[in-house]
């Protein structure tokens, strides 16, 4: 097409025309970028939390588009206002049989709480779940040992409401029921169960660390910090800032440098289980000062305690009630709690809606008060 001198010419002359191109197409990429977030707004923008005082870094930034996005369980949760009772209605107690938990609910209340709990838990099953193919009438019996564990779950989401008070209340009064943990599932997710040691080949601290597991977040910090805090209560604490103490650490009234890592496993399941970073309940620059923690820090270790309660007084001793597939799989102990189970990643778990409005059977044992 082109004479053979000019080829012969480009030829011995090569230019380069592809480095051009490629900075005209970034240079109009980023005009064109610019002009989307001047005209649409930036699709990454974010909101910051304020925690402590102004220009120390403590915030807990999230972006825009998780802040404001509603927690997908939320349009699954049912719900039923309580029928308010005017006196002389029969009650659950005196109507059925074995009624060992809500028996001082009027008849019909009783029943809207068990159909409830059916959706919270098992809403392929319904009362099946519970109770088999029974007749209604055999009701009473406890053969399945998912109704064993449901009458102790009940006495167990009471005592949240009612004993623990300060935690699931310290921002509204919201409390929780089945469904906070249960999202419609038989076996809530973000149970544990113990893993440690990881590998029991492996002499000496790696046992427990540098094992990427779940109950790690994932990281080379150690595995069994729910075991030694929210199961066997062990102090909560970081090595010192000295140089140099006297005695042995761990024995003598001061952190070793494992349980420090022990203690930053846990922090770290803090983090993500609530979605938020050290300062939520630290100052970012008096780590070591508990005057100087933010207010969160008191309800977070409200929460410490209650979950380690709960685990103790209501989980582990179900152990023998479970059948082996429901225990852990290397230890064969019984699922247990922690701050996931309920909050799931968000601050507050179902971004803060009332678990109890229309639930105040569930809010302390005994007789509900109506409003």
Not at 86 to 96: H, M, Q, R, S, T
Not at 165 to 170: D, E
Not at 248 to 256: I, L
Request: glycine share 8%; net charge negative.
């Amino acid at each position: 097409m082109f004479p053979k001198w000019f080829d012969k010419w480009n030829k011995d002359n090569p230019t380069n025309i592809f480095g051009p191109a490629i900075l005209v197409g970034v240079a109009g990429s980023a005009i064109f970028a610019a002009a989307l977030i001047v005209t649409w707004g930036n699709p990454a923008q974010t909101a910051s939390l304020q925690t402590g005082p102004r220009g120390t870094g403590m915030s807990v930034p999230e972006f825009n588009v998780a802040r404001v996005a509603p927690d997908p369980t939320i349009e699954d949760y049912y719900t039923e206002e309580p029928y308010v009772p005017e006196g002389g209605e029969p009650l659950a107690k005196d109507v059925y049989e074995n009624v060992q938990v809500l028996g001082d609910l009027t008849e019909d209340n009783f029943n809207r709480v068990m159909l409830a709990m059916t959706q919270w838990v098992s809403p392929d099953e319904g009362c099946t779940y519970c109770h088999g193919d029974a007749d209604v009438s055999e009701y009473g019996a406890d053969d399945l040992y998912t109704k064993v564990v449901s009458r102790r779950m009940i006495q167990m989401t009471q005592a949240i409401n009612d004993d623990w008070y300060g935690h699931v209340n310290a921002a509204d009064e919201v409390g929780v029921n089945c469904y906070t943990c249960h999202r419609g599932e038989h076996v809530p997710s973000d149970i544990w169960f113990r893993i440690s040691p990881v590998n029991e080949n492996v002499e000496g601290w790696s046992a427990n660390q540098n094992r990427a597991t779940s109950l790690s977040q994932s990281t080379s910090l150690p595995s069994d910090a729910l075991a030694k805090y929210l199961e066997e209560g062990e102090v909560i604490a970081v090595h010192s800032l000295d140089s140099r103490e006297a005695g042995v650490p761990g024995v003598d009234g001061y952190a070793s440098i494992q349980d420090t890592e022990r203690t930053y496993s846990l922090m770290n399941y803090f983090a993500n289980s609530l979605g938020v970073n050290c300062v939520f309940c630290h100052n970012s620059r008096a780590f070591y000062d508990g005057g100087q923690n933010t207010p969160q820090w008191s309800t977070a270790s409200l929460g410490i305690a209650m979950v380690l309660d709960l685990n103790e007084t209501y989980l582990i001793p179900l152990k023998d009630t479970y059948p082996a597939e429901r225990l852990g799989p290397i230890y064969a102990d019984a699922p247990k709690v922690a701050c996931r189970t309920c909050h799931k990643g968000y601050q507050r778990p179902l971004q803060g809606m009332n678990m109890t409005a229309d639930w105040p059977e569930l809010a302390a044992p005994g007789a509900p008060v109506y409003e």
